[in-house]
C-alpha cells in the first residue's frame, strides 16, 4: 500500500530516508517534496544521502534511491584508450584541468546537454540558484577540462568534509568530460575519498568502474565522511602523476602533493 508523500514545509526537517517510496510505490526512490531549496536545504539533504530532482513546474522532489550507484576512486577503470587520451592531455602544452573557475558555465553547459530519455532539463532555475549559492559557500565545485584557454568540458559536484557527490557532466569536445571526471577520482584518490556520488546506475558509469551498493552502507558512509576536514580543491600535475604514472621526461619538475588533512 503506497503511503502519502510528505509535503515539507521551509523549516521542517527531511523525513528519514528509510520512508522512501519502494519497489511497491509509484516512483520508487521519491522521499518528499515541497517548494524551498536553497544552500541550507541542499546541505542537509546531502549529509542524510537525499538530493533534489525535478523539471520545470514540478515543485521541489527530494531522492534517495536503494540502491545507490557509486564510483570508488580505487576501483575507477582506466582503460587503455582512456589512458592514452589522459597522458596526451596531460603532456599537452595548452591543455590544463582547473578547479571552479567557471563554475556557473559549468552549470550552464550541463542544463543545455541533451540527455537520452529527457525532453528537457532538470537543471531549471532553481536549481542554479541554490547550487551558486552553495558553491559561494566552498560546498559545490566545478572541475573543468581547458584546452588553449577555452573551456571544453566539465563537471560539478557537491563535497562535505570528504563525502562528494557528482551532479552532471558536458562534453564540447570529445571525451572532455571524462577527462574532468578522471581528475576528480584523481584528487579524491590522493584526498582519501572512498565514494563519488553517482546517484543512479548508468551503462557509461558501469563501465567506467561505478557499482550499487544499499542505501544504508551509503548512507553511513555519507554520515562518516561529511564531518571530516574538507577536500583541498586545487589540481597539480602530482595527481595525473599518482593516477597514470610519471612522465617519462626526467627532467619535469614535478609540484609537490598538497598535505590533506585527516
Not at 79 to 105: N, P
Not at 136 to 161: F, M, N, P
Request: a negative charge; glycine letters at 6%.
Amino acid at each position: 500500500m503506497t503511503h502519502a508523500l510528505p509535503w515539507l514545509l521551509p523549516a521542517q526537517e527531511f523525513p528519514p530516508i528509510d520512508t522512501t517510496w519502494s519497489d511497491r510505490d509509484p516512483i520508487p526512490g521519491l522521499l518528499a517534496a515541497g517548494n524551498t531549496l536553497d544552500a541550507a536545504h541542499l546541505r542537509r539533504a546531502y549529509s542524510q544521502g537525499i538530493f533534489p530532482w525535478f523539471s520545470e513546474g514540478q515543485p521541489v522532489l527530494w531522492w534517495s534511491p536503494n540502491p545507490r550507484m557509486v564510483l570508488h576512486p580505487q576501483e575507477f577503470r582506466l582503460r587503455r584508450s582512456l589512458r592514452k587520451t589522459l597522458q596526451k592531455f596531460r603532456d599537452t602544452r595548452g591543455c590544463e584541468i582547473r578547479i571552479d573557475s567557471a563554475f556557473s558555465t559549468v552549470m550552464q553547459h550541463c542544463a543545455q546537454t541533451p540527455r537520452e530519455g529527457q525532453s528537457g532539463t532538470w537543471i531549471v532555475q532553481s536549481i542554479v540558484d541554490a547550487y551558486s549559492e552553495l558553491h559561494r559557500q566552498g560546498a559545490a565545485h566545478s572541475v573543468e577540462t581547458w584546452i588553449d584557454d577555452k573551456l571544453v568540458g566539465g563537471l560539478y559536484c557537491v563535497a562535505l568534509g570528504r563525502a562528494v557527490f557528482g551532479e552532471s557532466m558536458f562534453s564540447l569536445q570529445s571525451d572532455a568530460s571524462k577527462i574532468a571526471l578522471s581528475a576528480l577520482v584523481a584528487m579524491c584518490r590522493a584526498q582519501d575519498v572512498p565514494q563519488i556520488d553517482c546517484q543512479q546506475a548508468t551503462a557509461h558509469l558501469s563501465f567506467m568502474g561505478g557499482r550499487e551498493i544499499a542505501r544504508s552502507e551509503f548512507a553511513e558512509i555519507v554520515e562518516q565522511q561529511h564531518r571530516r576536514a574538507d577536500m583541498q580543491w586545487q589540481f597539480t600535475s602530482v595527481y595525473w602523476d599518482q593516477l597514470l604514472g610519471p612522465q617519462t621526461d626526467t627532467q619535469q619538475t614535478h609540484v609537490p602533493l598538497p598535505a590533506a588533512p585527516a
